[in-house]
C-alpha cells in the first residue's frame, strides 16, 4: 500500500476512534449504569475491531504510523496458508 493512503487511512480511523470516545461521556450522563456498561463494551469491541482489522494491517507496510506507545502491540503476523487449506 502507498505510504500516502496508508497515512490517510489511518488518519481516519483514529478519527472515528476520537469520535466514539468522545461518545462515552455524554452517554453516561443519560443512560443507566448498566446501559452505560454495555454501550461501553460495544464501543470497546468497535476500537479493537478497528485496530485489529485496519490500523494493525496498515502497519505491516508502515509500522512507523502505529503510535510510539510503548503499551502498543506490534503487527500482527498472519501466516502464509495455501489456498488449499482455507477455509
Same mark, same amino acid.
Given at each position: 500500500?502507498? &505510504?500516502?493512503? !496508508?497515512?490517510e487511512?489511518v488518519?481516519?480511523v483514529n478519527?472515528? =476512534?476520537d469520535?466514539l =470516545? $468522545? $461518545?462515552?461521556a455524554p452517554v453516561?450522563?443519560?443512560?443507566s449504569?448498566e446501559d452505560?456498561?454495555a454501550?461501553?463494551?460495544? /464501543? !470497546?469491541? /468497535?476500537i479493537? !475491531?478497528?485496530d485489529?482489522?485496519i490500523?494493525? &494491517? /496498515?502497519a505491516r #507496510?508502515?509500522?512507523d504510523?502505529?503510535? !510510539?506507545?510503548? #503499551?502498543a #502491540?506490534p503487527? /500482527?503476523?498472519e501466516?502464509d496458508?495455501?489456498? $488449499?487449506q482455507?477455509n
Amino acid at each position: 500500500m502507498e &505510504r500516502k493512503l !496508508a497515512e490517510e487511512i489511518v488518519a481516519l480511523v483514529n478519527g472515528c =476512534i476520537d469520535q466514539l =470516545i $468522545s $461518545s462515552l461521556a455524554p452517554v453516561e450522563q443519560h443512560a443507566s449504569p448498566e446501559d452505560f456498561a454495555a454501550y461501553k463494551r460495544g /464501543v !470497546a469491541r /468497535v476500537i479493537t !475491531a478497528c485496530d485489529t482489522e485496519i490500523i494493525q &494491517r /496498515v502497519a505491516r #507496510d508502515h509500522p512507523d504510523l502505529l503510535p !510510539a506507545d510503548e #503499551d502498543a #502491540d506490534p503487527p /500482527v503476523e498472519e501466516p502464509d496458508i495455501p489456498k $488449499s487449506q482455507r477455509n
